[in-house]
């Protein structure tokens, strides 16, 4: 309809606005694939005589050639096919949002999937550049303490935070991870263990690798999980508290995941910390040994405590945090896009269209879709009434016909076992059936499994298989069905050979030709947590044509503790024989009366238990929670001020806590929500007419009956505010009860909630190299262009004199990219590091460093010498004087200036004290220091890891310039989070004359550097004093 030249369908593609002739289709991510393949298969089917443009990537709008509207040189309609993220992504592009808002209006998105574009939870995408956190041992400690103690179950001891700057901080911590903790002991709500830590392992689900999270980040959780993958739930992904927890969590439960970082670790166990957390074992074998991590946890259990938080502290020393954030979410598309959606699951949440925030309407907000079939609680609906409804809203499948079961004995089964859960409910449906167990060949009663609370989220597709053959023999099942873990294809396990194969057309007929009618009865259909659409979707419709018989016999949900009824009947609409096959529901903590036991089948919309989920999920998809009404304040503040992304003022709310400066930010960002929006003639209208659909629906009366006037929108936005950050305290009256009901299923007003759902919708995305969420890509005006010229670049290589390029890499630039300050011995110095030209082009800097002063510098510079010398006179200017510190017995380290992204890879060269040059990793190898233009002033070299690379100061001593001098070990500690960095600090405060023993003692053989600890430091242990 869109590529047509039909007047009057273009009339309706117009939305009331203008005509349309860029159309963007918008697909959840894992549907990505298959929509680029429709589009392009149709347009080559169709023959539209005009030419027009299919992109298969929005980010085309950054290329200068892709224009919209008039601006192009041959005006065309266009088609953009992309993801929900993607397309947020591009909106934080300054660039394509330029060539997008004032040709908005001719802009038509078509979302399919359009109740998970507004899933409540999914609302917001997150794009951030990351950094380094600098946490403090002391800090480091104060986590491990609050951790321990929470997963331990024990009392708050506010003698250990006294010396905190903010020991109320940490009670309040205490108190949030207690919650957590509480939370995630249920099994099926529990954190899924297998998604947990992000390392080569457990991101197999990734179709494109991202190697740096791999290499960075191994064995590691710690990171937002956003900047890792696509955007989640913002409010519980971004929340790095809970991270720190469940890192700990995990650490403690499932100690093999860090037998590789411990491998790479043990070496620097210092003999201080041995001898007060692990002297059961033998220091020697501890340090040097090869038992893993696991082993020695099983041979020496005591032992666990102190393995952990040596672990621990490395891991959330490495943690990045954010550094700066954009954020567009799915409301800013609503407000400011005609959209059409496609939905199979219709409860949204309800908000203005782009036609009557155009037309600046003031009545109320019509629904974006028919609400006819809604059913709230607050109605009281007779029974006849409600059934109605509910058959408005079933459609076609009108005969469901299910059965609930309770499935609280699930609590006691899962603590023995996954599987022993999985045979429980095969014994059940048995039971049910009346089957004959003496029968020589069973013939089981269902054959589907839908895995929705992610009750088997830790078990194999090979353990299935082993107990399926176990309880049903040989000859009953021949195949399993299965999603495939790493890329969601469709699968085939054969039961007595173990193969594994693609379930594809050539092998559905095979399996046709071997069993016809009766292959229904040999393949079992387990379908995980993660419910992707497969090819058993389009089978189920060709098979029952055929035979006119359901693929699916019977499907047994398990939905346990998932309250919400849609996501109930999107697991049941698995089967796209709705009519024809029987359900069983199993589901816990079922109120007395609403089922009763061995009552068989039933039509669904009858059941009492059916009434009470149904209209419990119109009120929470009507109630929201409070990322979305969070999310809706920002997106009418964007409106406000003609934006699609919101530039985040609170990045890391965490710090901002443990800093205090938290409650003067908040005032400030609801000050200005509450000024903007509701200065605002439109968004304020839009925001009490939502208000007001919201609150009519409430259970509460005194929320339902109030009026909400002006006033109490201001306040209540304020409220909103605050509770998104944990400030807002309660205040015993009308406002309590309306931030309740905003915030949905929360059972408290903090906001800890982490259930299946969101760890479904978490295991639901795919991470792709071109949906990654870091701001990487260099901006036009902070790169660098260089133009070199020569008669044979090839032959120039060869010739160290005549190779121009690399002398001009190698050059360095006379603005700082990092400086540090530090206090130690008594004296408080600076350390500044300057980066090579080469250093530039990597990906291991900031591109902000890379400003207009800098450019200048270097456009402006031809000479060599002039560019050395002009370093050597910077460097010289910028290094500050040592002053006398307060406490001589005081380490503190503090970055002033950083623009080098965490876990560099790097060659530190030491000028002379205070003053480094930082470049690539090879850069500075032996062949060609000799034609440095600075060769004279290198004085020796290391890498990220503390290797020395090369020394001309033939210096031993911690105090001396060299490579081991402390800075070399703030900087590494500083940049790469190095253990033995760490160990030479604390030894250099703590321990200096044993420092110095060793270091008068040691013979270098085994090479340079502290790296070289457990040579070094061999003899520690037969010290005197040790």
């Known amino acids: 309809i869109f590529l047509s030249s039909n007047k009057e369908a273009h009339k309706h593609l117009a939305r009331g606005g203008k005509k349309k002739d860029t159309l963007v289709i918008l697909v959840p991510e894992h549907l990505l694939p298959d929509a680029r393949a429709q589009v392009f298969r149709h347009c080559l089917n169709l023959n539209f005589r005009q030419d027009y443009r299919v992109h298969d990537d929005i980010l085309a709008l950054l290329h200068d050639r892709v224009e919209l509207g008039v601006a192009q040189r041959r005006p065309m309609k266009q088609i953009f096919v992309t993801s929900f993220n993607q397309f947020k992504k591009a909106l934080t592009y300054d660039k394509i949002c330029k060539k997008i808002r004032p040709h908005r209006e001719h802009i038509l998105v078509v979302a399919d999937e359009v109740d998970d574009f507004l899933d409540r939870d999914k609302l917001v995408f ?33 003698n250990s935070f006294q010396s905190s700057p903010n020991p109320s901080y940490w009670k309040e911590l205490h108190s949030k991870f207690v919650a957590i903790h509480g939370e995630i002991q249920d099994a099926s709500k529990s954190l899924n263990k ?23 980040y191994k064995a590691l959780i710690a990171r937002p999980y956003e900047s890792v993958n696509r955007a989640m739930p913002g409010s519980y992904y971004s929340d790095v508290e809970r991270t720190i927890f469940l890192t700990f969590v995990i650490l403690s439960e499932d100690v093999s995941k860090y037998d590789e970082l411990f491998q790479g670790e043990r070496k620097f166990i210092t003999f201080e910390y041995w001898k007060e957390y692990l002297a059961e074992l033998d220091y020697d074998e501890l340090v040097y040994g090869h038992d893993r991590l696991s082993e020695i946890a099983e041979k020496h259990p005591n032992t666990l405590g102190g393995l952990i938080r040596f672990l621990y502290i490395i891991i959330l020393k490495r943690m990045e945090i954010r550094d700066r954030s954009k954020s567009v979410n799915s409301v800013d598309i609503i407000f400011n896009f005609d959209c059409i959606g496609f939905t ?103 054959n589907v499994i839908v895995d929705l609370c992610g009750i088997f989220k830790l ?19 021949h195949y399993i069905y299965h999603i495939d873990q790493t890329n969601g294809s469709d699968r085939m396990l054969c039961i007595k050979s173990k193969n594994d194969v693609n379930f594809d057309e050539e092998f559905y007929k095979f399996l046709c030709q071997s069993y016809g009618t009766k292959l229904r009865e040999k393949v079992f259909f387990f379908i995980d947590n993660r419910n992707f659409i497969g090819k058993d979707v389009p089978f189920q419709l060709v098979y029952q044509k055929y035979y006119n018989l359901p693929l699916f016999v019977k499907s047994v949900v398990i939905a346990h503790d998932v309250e919400d009824f849609s996501k109930i009947w999107q697991a049941m609409g698995r089967s796209r024989t709705m009519n024809e096959t029987t359900f069983s529901i199993y589901k816990n903590n079922i109120p007395p ?156 007003l903090m906001e800890i909630s982490y259930t299946k759902q969101q760890q479904k919708q978490k295991q639901k995305q795919k991470a792709k190299s071109q949906d990654n969420d ?56 600076v350390i500044n590091i300057y980066p090579t030209i080469q250093f530039l082009y990597s990906h291991h800097i900031m591109s902000r460093y890379i400003n207009e002063d800098v450019q200048s510098l270097l456009n402006n510079s031809s000479d060599k010498s002039q560019i050395c010398s002009d370093f050597v006179a910077s460097a010289t200017e910028g290094l500050k004087k040592e002053e006398n510190c307060a406490d001589p017995n005081k380490f503190h380290a503090e970055v002033k200036l950083q623009f080098i992204k965490q876990n560099p890879q790097f060659s530190l060269v030491g000028i002379q004290p205070g003053v480094y040059l930082i470049g690539m990793k090879d850069q500075f190898n032996v062949h060609d220091r000799e034609n440095h233009p600075m060769s004279g002033m290198l004085q020796y ?45 604390t030894y250099y405060c703590k321990h200096k004359e044993k420092l110095d023993k060793c270091l008068a003692q040691y013979d270098e053989k085994q090479g340079k550097g502290f790296i070289c600890w457990r040579f070094l430091f061999n003899q520690t242990t037969t010290l005197p004093d040790a």
């Open 194 to 216: 297998s998604f947990g830590i992000f390392n080569e392992q457990t991101l197999r689900h990734c179709a494109t690798s991202i190697s740096h999270d791999i290499e960075g």
């Open 941 to 985: 070299a290391v890498d990220e890891i503390g290797f020395v690379l090369f020394d001309k100061t033939n210096t031993k001593s911690v105090d001396d310039f060299g490579p081991y001098f402390i800075e070399n070990y703030i900087l590494l500690d500083l940049l790469s989070k190095q253990e033995v960095a760490q160990n030479v600090i």
């Open 459 to 477: 078990s194999s597709i090979h353990d299935v298989r082993s107990l399926i053959l176990k309880h049903f023999g040989p000859d009953c099942f």
């Open 774 to 829: 870091t701001m990487d890509v260099f901006d036009k005006r902070h790169r660098l262009h260089f133009i070199s010229k020569m008669a044979n670049y090839y032959d120039a290589t060869v010739d160290k004199e005549e190779d121009s390029t690399k002398a001009l890499l190698s050059l360095p630039v006379s603005f700082p990219i990092f400086t540090a300050e530090y206090s130690a011995g008594g004296k408080t110095s």
């Open 344 to 446: 199979g699951t219709p409860f949204l949440d309800n908000y203005p269209t782009s036609d009557y925030i155009r037309h600046q309407r003031e009545d109320d907000i019509p629904p974006c879709i028919d609400r006819s079939f809604y059913a709230y609680t607050n109605e009281n609906l007779p029974t006849e009434e409600f059934e109605q409804r509910f058959a408005r809203f079933q459609g076609q499948n009108s005969n469901v016909l299910v059965e609930y079961v309770s499935s609280d004995f699930m609590h006691e089964s899962l603590k023995i076992g996954e599987m022993e859960t999985l045979e429980a409910i095969f014994e059940r449906e048995e039971t049910k059936s009346k089957l004959m167990s003496e029968q020589a060949t069973k013939t089981s009663p269902f």
């Open 126 to 158: 997150n794009i951030c550049s990351n950094k380094a956190n600098s946490f403090n041992q002391d800090t480091l400690e104060y986590f491990h303490e609050i951790s321990n103690a929470a997963y331990r179950g024990r009392e708050y001891q506010p």
């Open 593 to 748: 009366g609403l089922v009763e036991e061995n009552c068989g089948l039933g039509d669904i919309k009858q059941q009492p238990l059916t009434k009470l989920l149904y209209t419990r999920n119109c009120d929470c998809k009507m109630a929201g929670n409070l990322s979305s009404i969070y999310q809706t304040l920002i997106a009418l503040y964007n409106l406000s001020q003609q934006s699609f992304y919101y530039s985040d003022e609170i990045v890391n709310t965490f710090i901002e806590k443990m800093e205090k400066t938290i409650t003067m930010k908040v005032k400030n960002i609801e000050v200005k929500i509450a000024k903007v929006v509701l200065g605002s003639p439109v968004p304020a209208q839009i925001l009490q007419h939502i208000f007001v659909d919201k609150f009519q629906r409430s259970c509460n009366k005194s929320v339902a009956e109030n009026d909400v006037s002006t006033q109490r929108v201001d306040t209540l936005v304020r409220q909103i505010v605050r509770q998104k950050f944990e400030q807002r305290l309660p205040s015993e009256d009308i406002y309590d009860d309306y931030i309740r009901f905003l915030s949905g299923e929360q059972q408290s």
